[in-house]
């Protein structure tokens, strides 16, 4: 089909629709419009996961932040209710820094991104590296260190979350 | 295949509501429905045509798109997950051999979580398009509750894996079980506490929270009428016989039952005959309609637990236990041979 295989179709095909869905999440007017938007883009990504191989990756993916993260997200959002209308508004200075922010985030990733052709990550093992066994069998191989440095800030993090979220302990029972 | 579990699951469904409906009765000791056809074989039928003729209402203040999609979804994903069920051995036909799966991939474990996780977007978009404050009361607990749960059935699953030899195909699964015996001997615990979570996924009885008539009214589908209350009354019914085809075929052997080969021997069964597939989906449907019938009892017999007791027994009971539980599966197939180190 016009000198594209069907690879390269479905590539272009999801690539659209996750920038797509992308966009939509910012320009929604309802955060929890924004919230569905940004679960659609995760299913493209988990498309792009399963044309490279990856389908362990692609299902978690959809278990983990479309499944997991993404209700929590909607949770909060529909408890808080929010609209256009109780929302404070950002004046445009914050507006511009947030751009300005944003933007730099995209020079460095693209920046990190430019140089990755050259490290050949890409072909690491055969085409079954994405299947469960391969995968593990690499992680708790040859990346168990990172692998291990990764779950300890995991672990820190739920710390946090844990004290950030506890009551105060009630020094004084007298009430 | 695909059109066969899609009728198989809705056909189901609509008799478990009539079985539902005749166990109550027998529970309560009452005669329950026998006015359609012969005692009442005819009242899913009658049920179904007055959802369809129900007037149907969209509330004004709701958002219209989103309301209509939360009960598709909700049944998209419950007929989704019967996709990667094995429902008995491959059969020979005129030299084809043709499987009684929809698709065996190697991730279906996975599989099955990704589509339940993404079914509880069905009540939450559901109860907050809505626009009423019971719905999204209803929608917030099922979406809590689901999540909380999922955690001890995902560990649970992950110590019945390690019992299975470390494959995530369901046909793999319940192939090991043919000789020798169903997980359920090495996983006791594991099967409980998946099976606790499974009512609880399933928002049946004593976990119905989310709908909890006492407090919420109807929960998530108050402002539901109409055909669109039907979907998500029915994906109820499909979600719980899809999760008794999985205990079956994760815990008690799938379409393997005991002496099979020495049955199969003694007809005169040649592998790959349909007849072996016939049987051992009879045996697989025996198991079903025995854990529908105890979703049921338990429903009937036990009373609704309160909002921090499903949480207690969630976070601080099952997720302990499914922890425990791991661990001893992995010294028990150590000892086995399973595990090398």
């Known amino acids: 089909m016009l000198g594209y295989t069907i690879t390269q179709w479905l590539f272009g095909i999801l690539s659209f629709l996750a920038i797509m869905f992308g966009l939509m999440v910012v320009f929604s007017r309802n955060p929890v419009n924004s919230v569905l938007y940004l679960v659609l883009t995760f299913f493209c990504i988990a498309g792009h996961y399963l044309l490279m191989n990856a389908q362990f990756l692609a299902i978690v993916h959809i278990v983990v932040y479309a499944g997991a993260i993404m209700v929590l997200f909607l949770f909060i959002i529909m408890l808080m209710n929010l609209n256009e209308d109780s929302e404070p508004q950002k004046t445009w200075i914050t507006k511009i820094i947030a751009a300005v922010a944003g933007g730099m985030m995209l020079f460095v990733l693209v920046g990190s991104l430019k140089g990755s052709e050259q490290l050949g990550l890409s072909t690491y093992g055969s085409s079954q590296i994405g299947l469960v066994k391969n995968l593990g069998l690499v992680l708790f191989k040859d990346f168990l260190f990172p692998f291990e440095i990764a779950s300890i800030l995991l672990l820190a993090a739920l710390v946090g979350v844990i004290l950030l979220g506890r009551k105060e302990p009630v020094m004084d029972k007298k009430l | 295949m695909c059109a066969v579990v899609f009728g198989l699951s809705l056909g189901v469904a609509a008799y478990a509501t009539l079985w539902e409906r005749k166990f109550a009765a027998f529970l309560q000791d009452r005669v329950g429905p026998d006015r359609a056809g012969w005692h009442g074989i ?88 809505s626009n009423n404050k019971f719905a999204l009361l209803g929608a917030i607990r099922a979406s809590s509750q689901m999540i909380s749960y999922e955690i001890a059935m995902g560990i649970s699953v992950i110590a019945l894996v390690i019992t299975s030899g470390g494959t995530l195909s369901l046909r793999e699964i319940v192939g ?18 998946f ?147």
């Open chain 2, 195 to 341: 099976f606790i979570c499974a009512l609880a996924e399933t928002n049946r009885a004593p976990f119905d929270l989310p709908e909890c008539e006492s407090e919420l009214v109807g929960g998530y589908h108050t402002e539901y009428s109409s055909m669109k209350l039907g979907l998500f009354l029915f994906a109820e019914y499909i979600n719980m016989f899809i999760s008794s085809a999985i205990m079956s075929a994760f815990y008690f052997g799938g379409f393997n039952f005991p002496f099979a080969a020495e049955l199969y021997n003694a007809m005169g069964l040649e592998a790959g005959s349909f007849w072996i597939t016939l049987i051992g989906f009879g045996a697989f449907f025996t198991k079903i309609f025995m854990f529908i019938c105890v979703f049921m009892w338990v429903r009937w017999t036990l009373p609704r637990f309160r909002y921090d007791q499903l949480m207690n027994l969630g976070w601080k009971i099952l997720i302990p236990l499914s922890l425990l539980n791991l661990a001893l599966t992995v010294v028990v197939e150590y000892f086995r041979g399973h595990i090398q180190f």
């Open chain 2, 176 to 193: 090991q079980q043919d000789a020798g015996v169903c997980n359920f001997v090495w996983q006791p615990l594991g099967f409980l506490i």
């Open chain 2, 42 to 129: 005819l009242q899913p039928l009658a049920d179904g045509g007055k959802m369809f003729f129900k007037e149907e209402i969209i509330p004004n203040l709701s958002n219209r798109f989103l309301f209509v999609l939360g009960p598709s979804l909700f049944m998209m994903t419950a007929l989704m997950t019967g996709a990667v069920i094995p429902w008995g051995a491959d059969f020979v036909i005129g030299g084809k051999t043709y499987s009684a799966q929809i698709t065996d991939i190697n991730i279906g474990v996975l599989y099955l979580f990704g589509v339940v996780s993404v079914g509880v977007y069905g009540i939450m978009i559901g109860g907050w398009a």
